[in-house]
């Protein structure tokens, strides 16, 4: 059963594709609106097949050994999510105050250049954010 709807997914994928490229080619409406239609079409069709493909994908019953052997891979897992997620948001948060704070700095040092040391401790301290963040996943990943 899952292959049968894995095959429609990506039957549905090639003919995405298949048919926004003619629509591309062959469409001479300046508004696109019969690409968003053909878009929206195929994107209402994808989800619902990739929905089947995780339910289908779930096990229905297992036994009390495989459960718990279970729970533990799951609660390493959530280890390893715990830890990705500090690392990755406190690098996107790092990059958004880096590129706020630095470009301020610029602004500032092009109308006085004897304030260049204080900017560079503002961006420095913007970057520490992301060194929180590691230091964060590394106790998870040692707890």
Do not use: C, H, W
């Not at 019969?34 to 994107?43: F, Q």
């Not at 602004?107 to 590691?134: C, H, K, N, Y």
Request: hydrophobic residues 55%; glycine residues 10%; charged residues 10%.
């Amino acid at each position: 059963m899952i292959k049968y709807t894995a095959l429609l997914a990506l039957a549905v994928v090639i003919i995405t594709i298949y048919s926004g490229l003619y629509l591309l080619k062959n469409n001479e409406d300046p508004s696109k609106s019969k690409i968003r239609k053909a878009l929206k079409m195929n994107l209402f069709t994808f989800v619902p097949v990739m929905l089947m493909i995780v339910v289908l994908m779930i096990p229905t019953g297992s036994k009390a050994a495989e459960t718990a052997a279970t729970a533990a891979a799951a609660s390493d897992g959530l280890k390893y999510i715990g830890a990705a997620l500090s690392t990755g948001l406190a690098a996107i948060g790092t990059g958004y105050a880096v590129g706020t704070v630095g470009s301020a700095a610029l602004g500032a040092i092009s109308e006085d250049q004897s304030i260049l040391g204080r900017t560079i401790i503002f961006v420095g301290l913007a970057e520490g954010i992301a060194i929180f963040g590691v230091i964060i996943s590394i106790m998870i990943l040692n707890a």
